[in-house]
């Protein structure tokens, strides 16, 4: 991996942790919860979201091996008593970081693909590819109904009490679970990350008219 690209993408890797988890402490304030805040979380700063492992390492590691970027940042401690809506707003707040990744792949995507700069072989094209790729690749990660992935807040505010229960228990272990799938069937899920991320391509692809064979 050449410096400059390395660089490029620890760059593209920081925004895309920073704003995914802004944006959960950012919702949940204003859904009456202030926890984030009082953590100093509503900030821009990376040191304050950054996890060494998944917020660097596991992603730089997937590039160098050719695979789907994806990983995770520090969650932003959120109090579900004081969220309006409790497990509603809280799912509310969970889909926030997911999303703001998927509307920043969309606008880079939009952005690189009418201006042609995500076409070229320059450093800004490579540039715009991976905020496009990193942030499919950070949004489908974080939707997986693992706790303490994002997927699994939204899958509790859907799901009856008995599905409740089998998540909270997962909860003191699910951080190990997201582990193992990394490290033990890393080739096997980042297969299945590909195809996602593939298929949401395609789909902006077609947004803008291109048909991809």
């Not at 890797?13 to 926890?35: K, M, N, W």
Request: proline content about 5%; aromatic content about 14%; overall charge neutral.
């Amino acid at each position: 991996m050449q410096v400059a690209e390395f660089i490029i993408v620890i760059v593209v890797i920081v925004i895309s942790v920073v704003l995914h988890e802004l944006s959960h402490g950012v919702v949940a304030y204003f859904l009456g919860d202030r926890t984030a805040k009082e953590a100093g979380r509503l900030s821009l700063n990376p040191l304050k979201h950054i996890d060494p492992f998944m917020s660097i390492l596991v992603p730089v590691l997937l590039y160098a091996m050719n695979a789907p970027i994806f990983g995770g940042a520090k969650p932003v401690p959120i109090n579900t008593r004081n969220l309006k809506g409790r497990e509603w707003g809280m799912a509310l707040v969970a889909v926030a970081g997911p999303l703001t990744n998927f509307l920043l792949a969309l606008i880079f995507f939009l952005i690189g693909h009418f201006t042609g700069m995500i076409y070229g072989l320059d450093l800004t094209g490579f540039f715009f590819q991976q905020m496009v790729l990193s942030n499919l690749g950070f949004m489908i990660f974080n939707l997986i109904p693992i706790p303490p992935l994002d997927g699994s807040r939204i899958l509790y505010a859907i799901s009856p009490d008995v599905v409740r229960g089998f998540l909270l228990q997962l909860e003191t272990y699910g951080v190990f679970i997201v582990y193992a799938l990394i490290l033990v069937f890393g080739s096997a899920f980042s297969n299945l990350m590909a195809g996602g991320v593939n298929g949401i391509l395609d789909f902006f692809y077609w947004v803008v008219g291109v048909h991809v064979v």
